[in-house]
């Protein structure tokens, strides 16, 4: 009930080899699934060469995501292309440096904004676009990516922190609202990973220890382990689960530490 042969599938967010979305796509293609994978401004290069070591050609596709232009333009190609949808997945996150690095209230109204728009409602935006290719192909199922700092405090995270609350809240909301159209949404909450987003967090080396020394299982969680997680929820395996947040973090949320 795992299998995607036949159904097609939007990536975004993939930026580079170590990117969850990245996982996702390789755990979905390598289980049949077609996908289109959009990249971002600098990443094209990367994204067009990942693309390539998938086990079925994917349609490679610009967007940014804070540009309701770009993303009708997706979804009109995608629709031509594979006629409609069975999932998207949402790995899009930003916000500035400077807001990661100072008090949280020194956040700017700029890069509050800026981490709101880009980590959580481009979610509301790619719903609102896929779910009409979706209810072509009777249904489906929509995933974005999440952190425990949406739910506690760690340094340095800051805003980024309250754009992944906000995400988690769109999820809950979006799943009442797309429920009666088949279509699920939900998010996977891993562990640290070292990613290119996480490059951007001073001091994530140190998280990382944190959860190697603290998670019940003693380690912190390799993107394959994610994107499996990932295709599990995507799948017809998972389709009584809807507005939930799975935990992939080695039991780390669990601790009371």
């Known amino acids: 009930m795992t299998d995607f042969a036949g159904k097609h599938g939007l990536i975004v967010g993939v930026a580079?080899?170590?990117?969850?979305?990245?996982?996702?796509?390789?755990?979905?293609?390598?289980r049949g699934a077609r996908?289109?994978?959009?990249?971002?401004?600098?990443?094209?290069?990367?994204?067009n060469e990942?693309?390539?070591?998938?086990?079925?050609?994917?349609l490679v596709l610009p967007c940014d995501v804070s540009s309701d232009a770009d993303i009708d333009a997706v979804f009109a190609k995608v629709e031509q292309e594979f006629g409609g949808l069975d999932f998207i997945v949402h790995g899009a996150a930003f916000a500035n440096r400077e807001d990661l690095l100072s008090s949280f209230t020194s956040t700017s109204r700029e890069g509050f904004r800026t981490a709101l728009d880009i980590s959580a409602y481009s979610l509301v935006a790619l719903a609102r676009g896929g779910a009409p290719l979706m209810e072509k192909k009777g249904g489906g199922s929509i995933l974005t990516l999440s952190y425990l700092g949406s739910d506690r405090v760690f340094q340095n995270y800051n805003v980024m922190g309250v754009a992944k609350a906000a995400l988690e809240a769109s999820v809950r909301y979006l799943a009442a609202d797309l429920g009666p159209r088949n279509i699920r949404v939900n998010a996977v909450s891993a562990g640290p990973i070292?990613?290119?987003?996480?490059?951007?967090i001073?001091?994530?080396?140190?998280?990382?220890?944190?959860?190697?020394?603290?998670?019940?299982?003693r380690r912190s969680v390799e993107t394959g382990e994610v994107g499996d997680a990932a295709a599990f929820l995507l799948s017809d395996a998972a389709r009584g689960i809807t507005g939930e947040v799975l935990m992939?973090?080695?039991?780390?949320?669990v601790t009371g530490m």
């Open 194 to 200: 070292k990613t290119l987003a996480a490059a951007g």
């Open 50 to 58: 990942l693309s390539q070591g998938l086990d079925s050609p994917a």
């Open 16 to 30: 580079n080899k170590r990117s969850i979305s990245w996982a996702i796509a390789q755990a979905t293609a390598s």
């Open 35 to 47: 996908l289109a994978i959009t990249y971002q401004g600098r990443f094209e290069e990367h994204v």
């Open 248 to 253: 992939v973090d080695a039991g780390y949320h």
């Open 202 to 217: 001073p001091g994530f080396s140190s998280i990382l220890t944190v959860y190697r020394d603290r998670a019940p299982l």
